[in-house]
């Protein structure tokens, strides 16, 4: 990849705006507007800016263009919206991550999306063909995947062989899951998202341990013509487990009682529920020992950490994901910490 030697400059602004779509990277909506001048993606960006040219057609599903302050302005022009109007509908593109320096207009486009923009994730195809888009689109998300309940589509940061979506026809059982996370969010707020976070990096570890074991996992990711013991499957196999158990966390916070006696039978509560799970119950005593030992007093107000414990669940999910989606294939570590 050599470095570009010159701009040509913003030479024309589109006739018609391309379609906005909601949470969009800025990589991918400039991959959409160079197409719509008729341009390869590289060309296009040699009117944005200088950097180092991009040969991977598939760099958009890897990692995030960024720019500075006056390639934004040149992004601007070629989109036919002001800097003002791109900043609000493209998170990169924010203030706080624009490149630093006085220097002419530039971008990067590293391999590695810059720590707290998120992950590129695949947008679903139905929502980016009900806004006009006729193209692979991806998403800055928070997580590393993602579920459409509108369209029942399931798609990631996937990038080995296999689907970019997975239709949730053949798992329905994950359609409700999905659904009732939201309704646990939408009534406790951060709270219902920390508990489902809390749930999901439990159930990862189980999965992690002893996921090839479990004939419901197994037989959903065959539903959906994906490998058992694929990475990518994970989060979405043991989706229906984590929401359950998310809900007996609750329970348990409720509750509020932290005696030695409440403890033990709020284990054996859970331990029958993964039985009937097709899980054994004392396989994933351990985790569920090290969350109530993080769970030891009620919250002062309703699912009210303290800071400390705010911070490390807002990162709990993105950390059980990770463990998930180790390279090489190579199957998370056994040992899993809250």
């Not at 992950?119 to 692979?136: F, Q």
């Not at 296999?162 to 309704?183: F, I, K, S, T």
């Not at 990862?204 to 994906?226: E, F």
């Amino acid at each position: 990849m050599a470095d570009r030697a010159a701009v040509w400059g913003p030479q024309r602004r589109l006739k018609d705006s391309v379609p906005r779509l909601a949470d969009e990277s800025t990589g991918s909506f400039a991959n959409r507007l160079a197409h719509a001048h008729g341009l390869e993606l590289g060309m296009f960006l040699d009117r944005v800016g200088t950097g180092r040219q991009p040969v991977n057609p598939r760099l958009p599903s890897l990692a995030e263009l960024y720019v500075n302050r006056e390639a934004l302005d040149n992004l601007a022009v070629l989109s036919g919206r002001t800097p003002h109007q791109l900043q609000l509908a493209l998170t990169s593109l924010q203030d706080r991550f624009l490149l630093s320096g006085d220097d002419p207009a530039c971008w990067e486009w590293p391999f590695k999306v810059r720590e707290g923009t998120g992950y590129v994730v695949r947008c679903c195809d139905l929502c980016a063909g009900a806004r006009g888009v006729d193209e692979a689109a991806w998403l800055l998300w928070p997580d590393q995947w993602r579920v459409c309940l509108r369209h029942r589509r399931f798609t990631d940061n996937h990038r080995g062989q296999g689907p970019y979506v997975v239709p949730l026809e053949g798992l329905p059982e994950v359609v409700r899951a999905h659904a009732d996370r939201l309704q646990l969010e939408r009534r406790f707020g951060t709270a219902g998202a920390e508990l489902f976070a809390d749930g999901f990096q439990v159930v990862a570890c189980w999965w992690a341990r002893m996921g090839g074991d479990v004939w419901s996992w197994t037989q959903r990711a065959w539903r959906v013509a994906l490998e058992a013991r694929e990475l990518r499957t994970g989060p979405l196999v043991i989706y229906p487990e984590a929401v359950q158990l998310a809900r007996e966390m609750l329970r348990y916070e409720q509750e509020g009682a932290r005696s030695r006696a409440a403890r033990e039978v709020w284990v054996e509560q859970v331990q029958q529920l993964m039985d009937g799970w097709g899980l054994e119950g004392s396989e994933g005593l351990g985790e569920l020992v090290q969350w109530l030992d993080h769970h030891a007093r009620p919250a002062a107000s309703p699912f009210a950490p303290d800071d400390g414990r705010q911070r490390r669940r807002r990162r709990v999910l993105a950390v059980g994901h990770s463990r998930l989606a180790e390279p090489s294939g190579s199957l998370p570590e056994r040992s899993c910490m809250l």
